[in-house]
């Protein structure tokens, strides 16, 4: 890790109505890379009031893009105008004073419902328009918007693929080069281990096209549902696919902070996460991402009691959980 690469995750605190009171905080967190979530691809057979397509921040709030329409379409007053400020708010987080030089927005997302379904289906409408459109993107409303998107927010560096459901090769890996043709760089989320053929068949594809060098590198989720997912087996696969040795350098590890679950506390305190990223295999990794913004904000925000991290000296604040994070990761 000659440059480590400290990622943060941000949701609604970074969307168009709340980035203006989180820019100072960003900038100045020594994070390098933010990734804006989660942009959701709309589907009226998954929700009556979006349109085949739309781009979507955060469920409905707002829809961003709809085909051949200006960007925020349904939104009006103060709102209208938080919505169009919000590109060059983006484009704040980086540059002079900030540590922050790239940022990407996150497609996608997990969860599911009290009957075990998806509740984001991102994936399978991605591959739904793919063969409604005679198994391509190309002049589909996914392109339109996903160009529009670009030309609206030419801050943002990448698309960050964080699919968990509908693991479909053909579709997915059709998505990526739809994005690297319009000029996105692209990073890969994965969550399930036993789904891990699936991410290093979709790198292996887009080798074949010349367009590996597109997808900087892979946002590992080792919480929750991937908590036993070990970046030395996600690089050893990699590079087993190409018959070199692991992949060096090219993992980013993730881990969540604690945070108030409904009714109890979840995810880590600064401490368990930095003997999470301790146990990792270095040489592998070029650095670690926290989920999520929001969460910590919110838990310093409204403290539940008992402590979560009783004896810890370590704040559960943005800094302390990148302390944290160095820490485990020994730089």
Avoid at 14 to 23: A, E, K, N, R, S
Avoid at 305 to 311: A, F, R, S, T, V
Wanted: net charge negative; proline share 6%.
């Amino acid at each position: 890790m000659d440059t480590p690469n400290f990622v943060l995750y941000g949701l609604n605190r970074l969307g168009p109505y709340l980035i203006d009171q989180h820019l100072g905080i960003v900038k100045a967190s020594g994070y390098t890379t933010i990734v804006i979530g989660m942009l959701h691809i709309g589907n009226p057979a998954v929700k009556s009031t979006t349109q085949l397509g739309d781009i979507i921040f955060n469920g409905d709030e707002p829809l961003v893009i709809r085909d051949r329409e200006q960007p925020f379409p349904l939104v009006t007053g103060q709102q209208k105008a938080d919505c169009l400020a919000w590109p060059s708010r983006i484009a704040a987080l980086k540059g002079q004073s900030s540590s922050v030089t790239q940022v990407f927005a996150s497609v996608g997302g997990g969860g599911e419902d009290e009957n075990g379904r998806p509740l984001v289906r991102d994936y399978e409408t991605i591959r739904s328009i793919y063969e409604a459109n005679g198994n391509t993107f190309e002049n589909s409303v996914l392109e339109r918007n996903f160009t529009s998107f670009k030309r609206a927010f030419p801050a943002i560096d990448g698309i960050d693929l964080d699919c968990e459901e509908t693991y479909d090769h053909d579709s997915f890996v059709a998505f990526c080069e739809m994005l690297i043709n319009i000029g996105f760089a692209l990073t890969f989320c994965p969550y399930r281990q036993d789904e891990q053929s699936f991410w290093v068949d979709a790198l292996v594809a887009l080798e074949k096209r010349r367009l590996m060098r597109h997808v900087k590198w892979w946002n590992l989720q080792c919480y929750d549902g991937g908590k036993d997912n070990k970046p030395d087996e996600w690089a050893a696969a990699i590079g087993a696919a190409f018959g070199q040795p692991p992949a060096k350098d090219y993992i980013v590890a993730g881990d969540w902070a604690k945070f108030w679950n409904n009714d109890r506390w979840d995810g880590n305190c600064p401490a368990s996460l930095t003997q999470k990223f301790s146990s990792f295999s270095r040489d592998c990794l070029s650095g670690g991402f926290i989920w999520v913004m929001d969460q910590i904000l919110s838990a310093g925000e409204n403290p539940r009691y008992p402590e979560p991290c009783p004896g810890e000296t370590t704040p559960r604040t943005l800094a302390g959980y990148l302390g944290a994070m160095k820490k485990g990761l020994g730089v």
